[in-house]
């Protein structure tokens, strides 16, 4: 019996320990800086976006429009 229970407690520092080493290392973590636009501008942008069909009325398909 004490075998049993000096392995439950064993066991359970060890989670113990790795559960701390996690979340220490979630709330210590610095994410690196994203830079979304490198070289464009909010003017060059714009041009390159849809102008039809961004939301259809159905919510299913844009219709393909001849010409």
Do not use: W, Y
Request: net charge positive; charged share 5%; glycine share 4%.
């Amino acid at each position: 019996m004490k075998f049993e229970t000096f392995m439950l407690r064993t066991l359970f520092v060890a989670c113990m320990a790795v559960c701390s080493l996690v979340m220490g290392a979630m709330l210590t973590a610095t994410p690196p800086a994203v830079q979304l636009a490198s070289s464009h501008s909010v003017s060059s942008i714009l041009p390159a976006a849809p102008t039809a069909c961004a939301l259809p009325a159905d919510g299913v398909v844009c219709p393909r429009l001849n010409g």
